[in-house]
């Protein structure tokens, strides 16, 4: 998904196959700034950045949307294999 100043690019799965792996890239430069991630421990989508990257609010709201589409997604799948 491509905002004002992210892109949100799926690369991959997990392993196990179950959540995915997306690539946050800067849409002036296509520099790879981080990764979203599942983080097991807290259930749940995270943000992982590349070393020495610097992020205003503006990016930090992209992201912040972002994972919470993830998380929400994620959920809805959970809820119908039950």
């Not at 491509?2 to 430069?29: C, D, H, M, Q």
Request: charged letters at 25%.
């Amino acid at each position: 998904m491509k905002n004002k100043y992210l892109e949100f690019r799926e690369l991959s799965k997990s392993p196990s196959g179950k959540t995915k792996i997306i690539s946050v890239v800067n849409n002036a430069t296509g520099s790879a700034l981080g990764q979203i991630r599942w983080f097991a421990s807290w259930r749940k989508y995270t943000f992982h950045t590349n070393f020495g990257n610097v992020f205003d609010s503006a990016c930090l709201l992209e992201v912040v949307a972002e994972l919470d589409r993830l998380n929400q997604e994620h959920k809805e799948g959970s809820n119908e294999t039950r």
